[in-house]
């Protein structure tokens, strides 16, 4: 099976790539970020994207799973609102 992973850069995306490249079930795992993940795994297929123009990537997120990471911490973002 491939996983596709959307925000892997966080703590939780992190984990669970993690957790995906040592599960014997997922052959291949796909990551879509902002920036470099620093993760070396040979299922690994990492993509630094820009979300705002998907046209150059958008045919790569194919698999059998999808995860969304996305978020930020409170910090990050300012306020509770933000």
């Known amino acids: ?14 984990d669970l790539v993690e957790a995906l ?6 052959t291949e795992v796909r ?3 902002r920036r470099e993940l620093g993760v ?3 299922k690994l297929r ?7 123009r998907t046209e150059g990537w ?12 996305l978020g930020t911490s409170k910090k990050q973002a300012g306020s509770k609102e933000a």
Do not use: K, N
């Open 1 to 14: 099976m491939r996983a596709i992973v959307v925000g892997a850069t966080g703590a939780v995306g992190r």
């Open 21 to 26: 490249c040592a599960d014997p079930r997922y």
């Open 31 to 33: 990551t879509f970020t």
């Open 40 to 42: 070396d795994d040979p």
């Open 46 to 52: 990492p993509y630094v994207v820009d979300f705002e």
């Open 58 to 69: 958008h045919d790569l997120v194919q698999g059998d799973v999808i995860f969304s990471a």
